[in-house]
């Protein structure tokens, strides 16, 4: 763990800290936005799961108020053109969870158990983006960080308790760095990848 930890504090005293620092003010000013920017921030994460983050940004940006207002079937035509690797069943989702805008819950267990397309990861990722900060974004990224660092043994497959067990050890790391895991997601992620994203 001291390696990785040595490595977070190292980046942290670079250009990165101002990247980092400006994303997470971009989450925190979530809390003046309206239900409709929020909801778009939920379809945004719909669209990560098995995708790539990069190009769900882009989607997202091109649809923007297309996801209030699109038929399931003219938003399956349009994330099919953007080059979504899922277009209908995204679509699917994002109509099923425009029904449920506003009685939005930010609680990961409701948004697991009433958004269609939403896990743990997704759900983690949508209160993060929105300026919670207590919560671990667990995607591929990260699980391959903490297995190089030998402090997780890389599992088969992300259930529940697998996720909070993993979430956890995250805990104890930012907590030894002194900063929230939303902060530390985006340390990881840069460690990881070389991109400082949302």
Known sequence: MESLLNKIKKIRK????????????????????????I??????????????AERSIKIQKEIGEGFLMLSEKQLAKRLKELGHRFPNTRAKYIAEARKKIDELKFDRNWLVEN????????????????????????????????????????????????????????????????????????????LETGKVLK
């Open 115 to 190: 958004i269609k397309g939403i896990g743990m990861k997704e759900a983690s990722h949508f209160l993060r983006n929105i300026g919670f900060d207590d919560f671990a974004i667990i995607d591929f990224h990260i699980i391959d960080i903490l297995e190089k660092n030998k402090l997780i043994n890389r599992p088969k497959t992300i259930t529940k308790k697998n996720y909070i067990a993993i979430e956890n050890i995250l805990k104890k790391i930012a907590k030894k760095v002194k900063m929230a895991l939303s902060e530390l997601d985006l340390y990881l992620w840069y």
């Open 14 to 37: 670079t250009e990165i800290k101002e990247l980092v620092d400006k994303r997470i003010e971009e989450f925190k000013s979530f809390s003046k936005k309206s239900k409709k920017e």
């Open 39 to 52: 909801f778009k921030e939920l379809c945004f994460c719909i669209l990560t799961a098995n995708f790539n």
